[in-house]
């Protein structure tokens, strides 16, 4: 449980910028990374750093995965080492990263720990059935977990998120709640500004590379008319592109989203076709949000509305 003087977040940078943040090197732990007399909070990926911090906005916070991405992603000794002096671990669920968390859990020996799936905070009927989606080794079943994608989704989060913080610490439940609901203000925003975006577009239509953005055209009144692969950065067969170029063709589809975490191969493949040469489809990138680029600035608690406005405006260009 949350100590009552304790109100800070923390979330594990990946990779090599870990080292330099952290102040270890290699594997020495001689460098405590947690503050002092703060509460000491584990995330799992950027977008959840984001709202917890919002939370809580006098938290000293850290990204446990960075620039890898949730998908496949195994958790390392130092992992697992710093969430065993963790108070609360926040994660995704909905099988985007049970794979990790849950034996990360076991093997912290952290017996006090507070876990957190923040998306099992969204209520059923906001939530995409799907029959599978395959992210390399693993696969996810029951529902899309991209839910930090969508405002509506992302506001049922926060409020969950600040409800377990409420219950782990009542001394700040309060400050914990009022938190959520000007936070969720701006999530209001955010989804008014993407309507209005896309208000006049005729044909509200986009492609995706992967997967991922189901919630986010949802939101907006945006139709994903199909996704060109299965498997993120895979190759997608020449059976499966004539396949698609016809229906591009059939459901007047002009635009191709791709994602800067992954190949554009096969989306190139797509437009380059000779049976689309009279009307060559745009492409676009969207960023799932699933890893923070540094050139984008600074991973702090405004990131994921200006990267979501960014996605917003980079797609309302296209669309026409």
Same mark, same amino acid.
């Given at each position: 449980?949350?100590?009552?003087?304790?109100?800070?977040?923390?979330? %594990? /940078?990946?990779? #090599?910028?870990?080292?330099? @943040?952290? &102040? !270890?090197?290699?594997?020495? *732990?001689? $460098?405590?990374?947690w503050?002092?007399?703060k509460?000491?909070?584990l995330?799992t990926?950027?977008?959840?750093?984001?709202?917890?911090?919002?939370?809580?906005?006098?938290?000293?916070?850290?990204?446990?995965?960075?620039?890898?991405?949730?998908?496949?992603?195994?958790?390392?000794s130092?992992?697992?080492l %710093? /969430?065993?002096? #963790?108070?609360?671990?926040? @994660?995704? &669920? !909905?099988?985007?990263?049970? *794979?990790? $968390?849950?034996?990360?859990?076991n093997?912290?020996?952290?017996?006090?720990?507070?876990?957190?799936?923040?998306?099992?905070?969204?209520?059923?009927?906001?939530?995409?059935?799907?029959?599978?989606?395959?992210?390399?080794?693993?696969?996810?079943?029951?529902?899309?977990p991209?839910?930090?994608?969508?405002?509506?989704?992302?506001?049922?989060?926060?409020?969950?998120?600040?409800?377990?913080?409420?219950?782990?610490?009542?001394?700040h439940?309060?400050?914990?709640?009022r938190?959520?609901?000007?936070?969720?203000?701006?999530?209001?925003?955010?989804?008014?500004?993407?309507?209005?975006?896309?208000?006049n577009?005729?044909?509200?239509?986009?492609?995706?590379?992967?997967?991922?953005?189901?919630?986010?055209?949802?939101?907006?009144?945006?139709?994903?008319?199909?996704?060109?692969?299965?498997?993120?950065?895979?190759?997608?067969?020449?059976?499966?592109?004539?396949e698609?170029?016809?229906?591009?063709?059939?459901?007047?589809?002009?635009?191709i989203?791709?994602?800067?975490?992954?190949?554009q191969?096969?989306?190139?493949?797509?437009?380059?076709?000779r049976?689309?040469?009279?009307?060559?489809?745009?492409?676009?990138?969207?960023?799932?949000?699933?890893?923070?680029?540094?050139?984008?600035?600074?991973?702090?608690?405004?990131?994921?509305?200006?990267?979501?406005?960014?996605?917003?405006?980079?797609?309302?260009?296209?669309?026409?």
């Amino acid at each position: 449980m949350i100590g009552p003087k304790r109100v800070v977040f923390w979330v %594990l /940078l990946a990779g #090599a910028s870990v080292a330099a @943040a952290l &102040g !270890l090197s290699g594997c020495s *732990h001689e $460098t405590d990374p947690w503050p002092p007399g703060k509460p000491r909070v584990l995330a799992t990926f950027p977008p959840l750093y984001c709202f917890t911090r919002n939370i809580a906005p006098d938290a000293a916070v850290l990204c446990m995965i960075e620039q890898e991405g949730p998908h496949g992603r195994e958790f390392k000794s130092r992992d697992v080492l %710093l /969430l065993r002096e #963790a108070d609360l671990f926040v @994660a995704n &669920g !909905l099988g985007l990263d049970e *794979h990790f $968390t849950r034996r990360m859990r076991n093997s912290s020996g952290n017996h006090k720990l507070v876990f957190i799936e923040a998306g099992e905070g969204v209520p059923e009927n906001q939530l995409r059935e799907v029959k599978e989606i395959v992210h390399g080794d693993h696969t996810h079943t029951g529902f899309d977990p991209h839910v930090w994608l969508g405002p509506p989704q992302a506001r049922e989060m926060v409020r969950y998120l600040a409800e377990k913080m409420a219950k782990a610490d009542p001394e700040h439940a309060e400050q914990y709640r009022r938190n959520a609901k000007d936070y969720a203000k701006q999530l209001d925003e955010l989804e008014d500004y993407g309507k209005k975006a896309f208000a006049n577009k005729k044909n509200r239509k986009f492609a995706t590379e992967h997967d991922s953005m189901y919630y986010f055209a949802r939101a907006f009144g945006l139709t994903v008319a199909f996704t060109i692969q299965d498997t993120p950065g895979g190759e997608v067969p020449s059976v499966r592109l004539s396949e698609l170029t016809k229906k591009m063709l059939d459901e007047d589809v002009h635009v191709i989203a791709v994602e800067p975490q992954y190949g554009q191969s096969s989306a190139d493949a797509l437009i380059n076709s000779r049976s689309l040469a009279a009307k060559r489809p745009t492409k676009v990138t969207l960023d799932p949000l699933e890893t923070f680029n540094p050139d984008d600035g600074e991973l702090d608690a405004g990131w994921y509305v200006r990267k979501m406005r960014q996605n917003i405006d980079t797609l309302a260009k296209a669309l026409k």
